[in-house]
Structures are given as structure tokens and as C-alpha cells.
């Protein structure tokens, strides 16, 4: 059994180095900073933002012991921001990408509406985009979307804040 196990171990990580590329490179956009991209294979992929960014919450909401405070305002955050996407090959070199992943941090809203200060975040986002690999230089560029729902929150006797906010950034990577 552990002849079997070690070699199903070998095989999958000989098959994940053979077919690895990494990228990395900068996002600007709704994520400004740092990103970079792992390749299993020529379509499953998972890329990593640590990132600053400034949102625009919708149907802002918080809780201050028993009652509740709605707000839509704006937000800073500091986010690392991992997902796994699976891509569709176009031709001319494009991709297309659909995928998900998590978003934690740090967040604190800028007309300091929110009596929390800075707080940590959680959430869940789609992405959805396209990407351009060209020929000539190792470059990528990326375009993607990414809705999300969050939470913010300091510890259990005080508010916390649940955002629904999406992200536009644009990227450019080098292939190593």
C-alpha cells in the first residue's frame, strides 16, 4: 500500500512539474500590487494579489449590539486575494477564464462612517476574464472581474460589516 501511494504521489507531482509555468508580474485597477500565477496544466491555474484597493460597498450593513446600520460608502483594503481558474483556449492566443476564490485582509472605510476603525476581512469572489500570451517576449496581459461578498469585523463585541464590492484590475506578468 505504501509502494502504491508513493508512486501515485511521484506521478502526480512529476505531471504538475512537467506542465508548471509561473508568472508574475503587477494588477492595477480596483487591486493594486503584486500577482502571480501557477500553471498545473494548459488550463487549470491558480493566481495569488496581494494587493491595496479602494471598493465601493453596496448595501453596506453593520451591527452594533442589537441594532443594525446600513450605509453604501467607500473602503480601502488590503487583501490577499488567491483563486483557481480554469482556462478556455481562443485562438490568436487569447484565453478566457472563469474561476473562484477567497479574499482576506484588512479593510477601513474612508469617511469613517463605521465606528470599527480597521478590520479584518473575509470573503468569497467569482473572476471571470480574458488574457493575451504573446509569442515574441514571455509577457501575459489580463483583464478580469471579480464580484464578491464580504465580511469585516474586529471581535464579537463589536459591529460587523457585511459588503457585497467587485473588482476590475488589469495585469501584466512575466513568464519565468
Not at 501515485?8 to 505531471?15: D, K, Q, T, Y
Not at 471598493?55 to 451591527?63: I, L, P, Q, T
Not at 515574441?136 to 496581459?141: D, I, R, S, T
Request: glycine letters at 10%; charged letters at 15%; proline letters at 3%.
Amino acid at each position: 500500500m505504501k509502494k502504491i501511494l508513493t508512486l501515485c504521489a511521484a506521478v502526480m507531482l512529476a505531471a504538475t512539474t512537467i506542465q508548471a509555468q509561473h508568472e508574475i508580474g503587477v494588477v492595477a485597477g480596483g487591486l493594486n500590487g503584486a500577482s502571480y500565477k501557477y500553471w498545473f496544466s494548459n488550463n487549470f491555474a491558480v493566481q495569488a494579489d496581494l494587493a491595496v484597493g479602494l471598493s465601493r460597498v453596496y448595501a453596506g450593513a453593520y451591527y452594533k449590539g442589537n441594532k443594525l446600520f446600513e450605509a453604501t460608502n467607500s473602503q480601502y483594503d488590503f487583501t490577499i486575494n488567491p483563486n483557481a481558474l480554469y482556462h478556455f483556449e481562443l485562438p490568436e492566443n487569447f484565453k478566457i477564464y472563469a474561476g473562484g476564490g477567497l479574499s482576506f485582509g484588512l479593510v477601513s472605510d474612508i469617511n469613517n462612517t463605521n465606528p470599527n476603525g480597521i478590520m479584518g476581512k473575509f470573503g468569497l469572489n467569482a473572476v471571470c476574464g480574458v488574457s493575451y500570451d504573446f509569442d515574441e517576449v514571455p509577457l501575459v496581459l489580463a483583464l478580469d472581474f471579480r464580484p464578491g461578498y464580504g465580511l469585516g469585523f474586529n471581535d464579537a463585541n463589536t459591529a460587523h460589516v457585511s459588503f457585497f464590492d467587485w473588482k476590475l484590475g488589469f495585469a501584466v506578468r512575466y513568464k519565468l
